[in-house]
């Protein structure tokens, strides 16, 4: 059985389906790749594990599910326990701005902090909301137009 394949199946149960687990989950993985390896896991476990449209988990699903949730759910919180409190920062933030900003931050942290943790999300503005109202990221970033709006009341005279 390959591991990996039971964490995406992990996702995909937790949040509703393969949609909304890829947009949730700690690493990029697009949504084909999520679909073609959970066949995969589906054939090889033997079982069909859920219903795609309407998303609904089989009995075999929820079976699986109920047993490896509490795995996938604490190995966060062991793993930090294991890390002796090292420090993290779950960050949320458009692809551009990954990618232009955010390692010269991390070359920055890690020459002050050199045990401390950066998780990455990429997200647009309303999911980075979302992530930061259920308490799955400390930090949004954003990019702001940089042409002002203008006041939208106009001046009396």
């Given amino acids: ?26 690493y990029g993985i697009q949504q084909p790749a ?3 390896q959970i066949a995969r896991f589906e054939e090889a476990f033997g079982a069909k594990l859920f219903n795609r449209r309407p998303f609904s988990l089989l009995p ?6 109920e047993f490896i ?4 759910d604490d190995v966060e919180k062991v793993a930090g326990r294991i890390r002796g409190g090292s420090k993290q920062l779950r960050i949320a933030a458009p692809s551009i701005v990954l990618h232009d900003y955010v390692p010269e931050l991390l070359r920055r942290l890690r020459g002050r902090f050199p045990i401390f943790r950066l998780q990455l999300h990429e997200a647009a503005r309303a999911d980075a ?3 930061l109202q259920a308490g799955e ?3 949004s970033i954003t990019i702001i137009d940089s042409n002002p709006v203008s006041n939208p009341r106009p001046e009396c005279a």
């Fill in 1 to 26: 059985m390959n591991i990996h394949h039971l964490e995406l199946f992990y996702y995909v149960a937790k949040h509703g389906g393969i949609a909304a687990a890829v947009r949730k989950m700690p």
């Fill in 60 to 65: 075999a699903g929820a079976e699986l599910f």
């Fill in 129 to 131: 909301e979302r992530l």
């Fill in 34 to 36: 999520v679909s073609g």
């Fill in 69 to 72: 949730r509490p795995f996938f």
């Fill in 137 to 139: 990221i400390d930090l």
